[in-house]
C-alpha cells in the first residue's frame, strides 16, 4: 500500500517561505503523477501544482512565480517551495499521486494534510 506523509508547514510572516514535503512509501511503481491541493476555510479545494514524471506540469494562476514543485526520485519525495507568501495562501495542504493525470481527477492517495498559516 502507498503511502504518502506530508511536513514542512508551519507559521509564517507574510512575505515568507516554506517548504512541504511529501515523501512516499510502500508500492510506488509507476506513481508518476503528484500534485499539491490546498483548501481554506469557506473556499473550494483547489489545485495548486502538478508534477509527472519530475518534470512541473501545472500551477494554478495565484502562485506563479511564487511556488515550485520539483522532485527527487532517489528519495521518493515531491516538494512544494513557496516563497512570498501571503495570507491569502493560508490552507491546509495535501498531497496527492496517481499512475494517471491528476488534473482533472484526484488521483487515489492523499496525504494526511498539514497545515500553513502565513500572518499579515
Known amino acids: 500500500q502507498v503511502q504518502l506523509v506530508e511536513s514542512g508547514g508551519g507559521l509564517v510572516q507574510a512575505g515568507g517561505s516554506l517548504r512541504l514535503s511529501c515523501a512516499a512509501s510502500?508500492?510506488?511503481?509507476?506513481?508518476?503523477?503528484v500534485g499539491w491541493h490546498r483548501q481554506a476555510p469557506g473556499k473550494q479545494r483547489e489545485l495548486v501544482a502538478t508534477?509527472?514524471?519530475?518534470?512541473?506540469?501545472h500551477y494554478t494562476d495565484s502562485v506563479k512565480g511564487r511556488f515550485t514543485i520539483s522532485r527527487d526520485n532517489v528519495k521518493n519525495t515531491v516538494y512544494l517551495q513557496m516563497n512570498n507568501l501571503k495570507p491569502e495562501d493560508t490552507a491546509v495542504y495535501y498531497c496527492?499521486?496517481?499512475?494517471?493525470?491528476?488534473?482533472?481527477?484526484?488521483?487515489?492517495?492523499w496525504g494526511q494534510g498539514t497545515q500553513v498559516t502565513v500572518s499579515s
Open positions: 508534477i509527472t514524471s519530475g518534470r512541473p506540469t
Open positions: 496527492n499521486a496517481g499512475y494517471s493525470d491528476i488534473t482533472t481527477h484526484p488521483g487515489p492517495y
Open positions: 510502500g508500492r510506488a511503481f509507476r506513481l508518476n503523477y
